[in-house]
């Protein structure tokens, strides 16, 4: 093995979490289409050929986790990688429907456990076949990248899927540098620089003293001061689902699917603009109402969110296209909104909501603004993860959901070339032991629809029926997003 380097703190968290099983397999992947294969054509043969190019261009690929289980691991590189161990080929059943059957293999393949993360990289492609329509000749394949947290963020899944589309039409070219051999030698480069040392989060002492002193100090000391253990906003009535808790044996990731069309994404963003507010802002007031209707008042008076906040533009020698951990977060309180307030129609849609959204918009790009006093910054001041990790177990949750929006995949001009094309983007986090009870994970495909994700940890909801509930969330979600072409 090379040694690279020791992983900073925000891949400590990571790491630790992923040893820990509390957070297994991020995935961002995409409905490839080939048009016309080849006589002679053999998938795995292409995507060998295809990854190799993804490894040459991204130096984490090709890293794996030393000493994961203690507090000081590093990243390190063998000399040698077998791309089968990161090619996962499904058969596809005929008794699902398509919508089904992405959904079942997104959820599997967010609880997916990588193993040897000390000789293997934690990541791999999951490719199943699905069906063309009927006398078409092109060719569709659900190809998802799931990856382990300390490998990347959410727009790293972006990143790796414009390298792979480059490299499936290179494989294809006869002019490809690389062979079918799944046997590849480990690239050189080193890996690019931790958060923390490719920008330079500083954290004033006001900003520390408070989370700092809330851990140490006895409740009837800190509370009266004011001083929580914590950075995040907090209420006695916000919805937080179940206490947080861990059962290797039955831990599992559910989700629901929401799919906008592209029409409509377009008059939403529209709308954004009049109204001077970014999508992601909107998206804040649209979860809040449907979580309000669908939730009683005596168990969520209100729901703190959680907001990732992409910091690239402040980094050196990290950009979009590259693999990275870059997000901080952002932390907002939404009261829940009144009865009268989320049965109105959307054409009587309130200033209070474009206020809302706009006021999140601006503290979102408040945030996204500075490298001062980020959340994230604080883990320097973390020394041993593991303890503290354990001790979230059995805590109220902080936050009532996460939002990640990873933004539009532009696959480029590939519709003239009779080759690869990505037709829609899909994301989605697994369960998340330690953080909120929803996850809701956004992507589009540039021009196409956009797609939401909401998952979450079997039995954190504190509701009836978890899947009926996430059901008509997203349902309301739906009807919101698609009917602001009558406003």
């Not at 293997?120 to 329509?133: C, D, E, H, K, Y």
């Not at 046997?183 to 050189?188: D, E, M, V």
């Not at 954290?203 to 950075?231: C, D, K, N």
């Amino acid at each position: 093995m090379e040694r690279l380097r020791k992983a900073g703190p925000n891949e400590r968290r990571c790491i630790v979490r992923q040893a820990l099983g509390y957070y297994r397999t991020l995935v961002v992947g995409g409905i490839y289409t080939l048009e016309r294969p080849s006589t002679g054509f053999s998938l795995q043969s292409i995507l060998i050929k295809a990854l190799k190019y993804c490894v040459a261009k991204h130096p984490i690929l090709s890293a794996c986790i030393d000493g994961q289980e203690t507090e000081a691991p590093e990243f390190a590189r063998p000399s040698i990688l077998d791309l089968i161990n990161h090619i996962n080929i499904l058969d596809t059943p005929d008794l699902l429907d398509e919508k089904s059957l992405i959904k079942l293999t997104l959820a599997q393949t967010n609880d997916h456990v990588f193993t040897c993360c000390d000789k293997t990289p934690p990541w791999q492609i999951t490719v199943l076949p699905l069906s063309a329509a009927e006398q078409s000749e092109t060719t569709r394949y659900l190809i998802l990248f799931g990856y382990y947290h300390s490998h990347g963020d959410g727009k790293s899944g972006l990143a790796f899927h414009k390298t792979l589309l480059s490299g499936l039409k290179q494989a294809q070219s006869v002019d490809c540098v690389y062979d079918d051999d799944p046997k590849f030698a480990s690239p050189s480069m080193p890996l690019l620089p931790t958060l923390e040392m490719a920008g330079r989060l500083s954290i004033s002492w006001s900003y520390l003293l408070s989370p700092l002193l809330g851990a140490y100090l006895p409740a009837f000391v800190a509370t009266p001061l004011g001083i929580r253990a914590s950075a995040t906003p907090e209420a006695d009535d916000q919805w937080a689902g179940n206490k947080t808790f861990f059962d290797p044996e039955r831990y599992q990731t559910s989700l629901e699917v929401v799919s906008i069309g592209h029409s409509h994404v377009q008059k939403i963003l529209q709308k954004c603009r009049k109204h001077d507010v970014k999508f992601t802002g909107l998206l804040h007031q649209v979860i809040v109402q449907a979580l309000s209707k669908e939730l009683p008042a005596e168990k969520a008076g209100c729901f703190v969110s959680q907001t990732a906040v992409d910091l690239r533009s402040h980094l050196e020698g990290i950009s979009d296209d590259d693999m990275a951990l870059c997000p901080t977060a952002y932390y907002e309180l939404f009261k829940r909104t009144s009865d009268d307030e989320t049965s109105r129609e959307p054409s009587l849609i309130s200033d209070a909501f474009w206020d809302a959204a706009r006021t999140t918009t601006q503290n979102l790009a408040q945030t996204a603004g500075t490298l001062n006093n980020q959340p994230v910054g604080l883990l320097a001041y973390l020394r041993n993860m593991y303890p503290w990790t354990r001790g979230q177990v059995g805590k109220r949750r902080e936050c009532s959901y996460e939002l990640s929006n990873i933004m539009s995949f532009n696959p480029g001009s590939f519709e003239s070339e009779k080759s690869w094309n990505i037709e829609s983007m899909i994301f989605s986090q697994p369960a998340n032991v330690g953080s909120g009870c929803l996850n809701f994970n956004v992507v589009s495909r540039y021009q196409g629809d956009l797609t939401i994700v909401i998952s979450w940890q079997v039995g954190a909801l504190n509701v009836q029926d978890e899947q009926v509930f996430a059901e008509r969330v997203g349902q309301r979600m739906t009807t919101s997003l698609e009917s602001f072409d009558r406003i």
